[in-house]
């Protein structure tokens, strides 16, 4: 079977490869993979930002059908409909991180798609505790979405909480970015989505995802507007999700006094802010990191109930011989989630 590797460390060092089909243990499921997304950390181990353990599949958001179980699997059988669980690959299982389900602080921790393999390929092997069935009435693309979905909600449901009747600045439309909007809306919040001239395509998805207000920070006086829409105090809720230095800036400037700023985006270096702030406006400020065991739990009941629509996130689907131009998709930020499907051809 074809499958994206990273072959080594650098940047670049990506290529699809024939690799064999991954042999199933007992407690083990195979999974045909259907649908897996780019996420920010593939391109961060496309360009050597991000630590992995190559040579490694990429992928790590995904969904598929079980193709067969292995010997002791009780939960699953061939032709259920799942996703998957990605970063608890491996754990020890022993800690205190590990038996309060707060699984991604595990010392020994090696994720698929990083430290083991993942799901840009046809067959993924996962223990049988990795994956969750999904409802009838989600789409396979729709259930691609699982793992970015959870760290939206964990952002926005776990740390501190965010209310009917808050203004939000959401600072960032990438794909964790709009999944924040669509939970946001789902709350019956005001939201104030902010983004770059490169992303325009993606204030679009915003708008059209039901966000109050727009701002192109490049050539829309962001402050004014957020003065304008709350008579002056400033946001309730500022959510940084761009990863970048002048959005950190904009969040904590935007922010009311005894508001709360909640990071998700990964800026990936360091950076210079006025730090003070967060003292003189008594700052609330949380920082949220993936997910946990209930972030998933809460995921699967989100997607039984259907009030969250996650479809208008999704923008592209392309085969993986043709992986290059679909994260050229990303890189561009043309578009929102961008998932891969297998085909047999390079």
Not at 3 to 26: F, Q, R, S, Y
Not at 78 to 96: F, H, K, M, N, Q
Not at 151 to 162: D, G, H, R
Not at 255 to 266: A, D, E, H, L, M
Request: with cysteine.
């Amino acid at each position: 079977m074809k499958a994206l590797v990273k072959v080594k460390e650098g940047h670049g060092n990506v290529e699809l490869l024939d690799v064999k089909e991954p042999e199933l243990g007992p407690g083990m499921i195979l999974i045909e993979v259907k649908y897996a997304g780019i996420c920010g950390t593939d391109q961060h181990i496309y360009h050597g930002t991000y630590r992995c353990n190559p040579p490694v599949i990429l992928g790590h958001e995904f969904s598929g059908v079980v193709a067969e179980v292995g010997e002791g699997v009780s939960r699953f059988r061939p032709g259920d409909r799942v996703t998957v669980l990605p970063s608890t690959g491996v754990t020890c299982g022993a800690c205190e991180h590990c038996r309060t389900g707060n699984y991604m602080f595990c010392r020994e921790r090696k994720s698929l798609g990083s430290g083991i393999n993942g799901g840009f390929t046809k067959y993924v092997a996962v223990r049988e505790d990795m994956a969750y069935r999904i409802p009838d009435r989600l789409s396979l693309e729709e259930a691609a979405l699982t793992e970015p979905l959870a760290c939206a909600v964990k952002a926005l449901e776990e740390l501190t909480p965010i209310r009917v009747g808050d203004t939000v600045l959401l600072s960032g439309p990438g794909p964790i970015g709009l999944l924040c909007l669509a939970l946001l809306r789902a709350k019956g919040c005001k939201v104030i989505v902010a983004g770059t001239g490169r992303d325009a395509d993606r204030l679009n998805i915003a708008a059209g995802m039901g966000a109050d207000v727009i701002v192109n920070v490049d050539g829309q006086d962001l402050h004014g507007t957020i003065a304008a829409e709350t008579d002056g105090r400033g946001v309730d809720v500022a959510i940084e999700c761009a990863g970048a230095g002048p959005s950190v800036a904009n969040c904590l400037k935007a922010v009311k006094k005894r508001g709360k700023y909640i990071q998700v985006g990964i800026i990936g270096k360091e950076i210079t802010v006025e730090f003070d702030t967060i003292l003189y406006k008594q700052l609330e400020v949380v920082a949220s990191y993936a997910h946990s065991i209930e972030t998933f739990d809460r995921v699967m009941r989100i997607w039984e109930q259907g009030k969250v629509d996650v479809k208008p996130v999704i923008t592209h689907k392309v085969p993986l011989s043709r992986w290059k131009d679909a994260f050229d998709l990303c890189e561009r930020k043309a578009g929102g989630k961008v998932l891969l499907y297998y085909d047999e051809s390079r």
